[in-house]
């Protein structure tokens, strides 16, 4: 299988991503046969920030899974959570 079929069916997840020139951790928006559409987390507002178009062939890693994957992923629902309870509680 293929890097590009697998990443595909990883669509809208979050990941740590490193190409030729950079690494870091977003969701994959789109991914074709000959580029991906990658939107760039900012680690300190964990608001995503910039969507980058990287070739496919450019790309070194990828990680799926692991602790700081997960902590990315609690922190980003955590804020969501507070986010929601927010605006629940001003439409009262």
């Known amino acids: 299988m293929r890097m590009i079929q697998k990443l595909k069916a990883l669509e809208k997840a979050v990941v ?32 995503y920030t910039e969507t980058v178009l990287i070739n496919a062939q450019m790309l070194l890693e990828v990680i799926v899974s692991g602790f700081e994957v997960s902590r990315v992923i609690a922190e980003i629902s955590h804020k969501m959570e507070i986010a929601d309870l927010g605006n629940s509680c001003g439409n009262l």
């Open 16 to 47: 740590f991503l490193r190409w030729a020139t950079d690494a870091q951790f977003g969701k994959l928006k789109y991914v074709g046969e000959d580029f991906i559409e990658f939107e760039i987390l900012d680690m300190d507002s964990m608001e």
